[in-house]
């Protein structure tokens, strides 16, 4: 099989997600007054509305519609007033009424979009980007200094009910191959349920994973999901077609379903662009199919082939009234709108003058974006701390929490992280001392002063000590030099790596290289 970055010359590929997140903040269900409860003892949380017996009658939770329409508004959809439920027709066991309730052509939140920021590897998967200068727009994209914007149309957000849970015993990893019983817990039946689908905009499987990421930034930041992708409250379908370059019809797409993980859904779209790419080539058709990802064997295979809308039999409800949203409603929703992840880098920008990129990347935990603004107002908001705070912040602690680890809020408070800040602002130690004082404070439990004096850490500032050492340096190596000056400038590295070395790795980097520069005749 080609590499994706070949079949991208060729090709382009077409994506569009379906976005299923489950309202887990709410109390109760969509329909009835049963508690929502995740791990609960199975069918504890039942009652006739849910079971689906004949004859109950389901009420719309009215909290679970704010959440939808707090969603609509923080991804600038229009709030349709005049909605109604439908009738999805489906047998399975998992639905005992024989049907989901779910929205119709037009749901509560229609024709919204969100902005992606594409940079760094996020960016590299775009074809083409080099031709683009900054500011340089090509159909959904504008090009920036260190990547693009793309922007995303989102079709619709509708409520839906969540199915009950099947449990498959006696075959491998809980899937129904091999299983002797399959149990159903309806605990999980009629949990309220949001899917939000992408118009067809995303071009790269990187682009898919920023929309993911960024729509579950906003939902956590909205607290109306805890968007937990290993739980299951969060999952999604990608939908992926290719054409060739140039042309504008769509392509046959498959369909992923129930992705689980981020990585999942780009590595699951890659495989499935470049196995498209194969069969077409090879004069091939692709056939309208859901197909499963498994990340142990990296390859998609086929679920089944779609169903038509027809095969689905929707009406509306006849049970449940059209629903109309007043003017009030919805602006008392969105007076409870909160600070967004995109305002939030904008005020980080404006109030302490970080960079866009560094603003962008702390934004992406409320927990370190919230640590951030402890640690300036700690600091007194100096402005010098800024952007060695983000570094760290960034770098350090939010690769921490995305390996999974969460950190103790009286181990690092703000006081010991200003207190490491001001070291690293004032020179006191250097960036890599930085690092590893922030883990000894980690694991030791102590103020980074302390650790910096156990440990012997200070930066030698003092350029007279250090231009002595770069005079020896420079002396003992007089063939190195004779080359560097020859032209082979990637010496560089090696006198500083000697500088270090011999101030044993106290000489602040910065000075080091100034002097090595003046002396060196640049
Ligand atoms: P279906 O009826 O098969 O569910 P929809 O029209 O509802 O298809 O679209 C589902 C998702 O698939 C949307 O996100 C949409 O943007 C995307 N999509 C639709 N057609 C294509 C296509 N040809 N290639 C890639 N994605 C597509
Ligand atoms: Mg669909
Ligand atoms: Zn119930």
């Known amino acids: ?15 569009g997600l379906e976005v299923h997140c489950e309202l887990t903040k709410l109390e109760t269900k969509m329909f009835c007054g049963c508690k929502l409860e995740f791990g609960a003892e199975p069918n504890t949380h039942t009652c006739p509305v849910c079971l689906g017996l004949p004859g109950a009658l389901p009420v719309p939770n009215k909290a679970a519609i704010e959440n939808i329409v707090l969603a609509g508004l923080a991804t600038n959809c229009d709030i349709e007033k005049h909605t109604m439920f439908y009738r999805k027709g489906y047998m399975y066991p998992d639905m005992s009424k024989n049907f989901q309730t779910t929205q119709g052509p037009k749901a509560f939140c229609m024709r919204g979009w969100l902005d992606l920021d594409m940079d760094g590897r996020g960016a590299e998967e775009r074809y083409n980007l080099a031709a683009l200068k900054p500011g340089d727009r090509d159909e959904n994209i504008t090009r920036t200094e260190d990547g693009y914007i793309a922007h995303v149309g989102i079709t619709r957000i509708h409520m839906e009910e969540d199915a009950a849970k099947l449990v498959h015993v006696g075959g491998a990893e809980g899937r129904i191959e091999g299983a002797t019983e399959s149990l159903v817990d309806y605990n999980r039946a009629g949990t309220p349920l949001m899917e939000l689908v992408t118009e067809p905009d995303l071009r790269t499987p990187e682009e898919a994973r920023a929309f993911m990421q960024k729509l579950r930034q906003i939902w956590l930041a909205l607290d109306i999901s805890d968007c937990s992708m290993e739980e299951g409250s969060l999952r999604a379908d990608g939908n992926v077609s290719l054409r060739r370059r140039g042309s504008k019809e769509l392509g046959t797409k498959t369909e992923l379903k129930n992705i689980n993980s981020f990585k999942s859904l ?17 004069g091939g058709i692709i056939y309208q199919e859901t197909r499963h990802w498994d990340p142990s064997t990296k390859r998609t295979v086929v679920m089944r082939v779609k169903e038509t809308a027809d095969d689905y039999r929707m009406f509306p409800d006849p049970d449940l009234a059209p629903y109309d949203l007043t003017d009030e409603f919805i602006d008392n929703v969105r007076a409870k709108l909160p600070e967004l992840p995109d305002q939030k880098a904008k005020r980080f920008i404006a109030d302490f003058g970080l960079s866009a990129y560094d603003a962008r990347h702390l934004v992406e935990h409320r927990a370190t974006a919230n640590f951030f603004e402890a640690c300036m107002q700690e600091g007194a908001a100096k402005a010098e701390f800024a952007k060695p705070l983000a570094n760290l912040l960034i770098n350090d602690i939010a690769a921490r929490l995305n390996a999974g680890e969460s950190l103790d809020a009286d181990v690092l408070t703000p006081v010991r992280m200003v207190q490491l800040v001001d070291m690293l602002a004032t020179d006191a130690v250097s960036s890599k001392q930085g690092k590893e004082i922030l883990a000894a404070v980690l694991e030791e439990d102590k103020d980074p002063s302390v650790i910096a004096d156990e440990r012997g850490m200070k930066q030698v500032s003092d350029t007279s000590a250090l231009e002595a050492i770069v005079d ?18 990637g010496l560089l590295g090696f006198f500083m790596g000697q500088c270090m070395k011999a101030s044993r790795g106290q000489g602040n980097p910065k000075l080091f290289n100034q002097l090595l520069m003046r002396k060196l005749g640049e």
């Open 1 to 15: 099989m080609k590499t994706m970055e070949e079949v991208l010359r060729d090709w382009e590929a077409v994506i």
């Open 266 to 282: 780009h590595d699951g779209l890659a495989y499935e662009i470049c196995r498209q790419a194969e069969v077409l080539e090879e």
């Open 472 to 489: 020896q340096v420079l002396a003992s190596n007089p063939d190195k030099v004779a080359a560097y000056q020859g032209g082979k400038k």
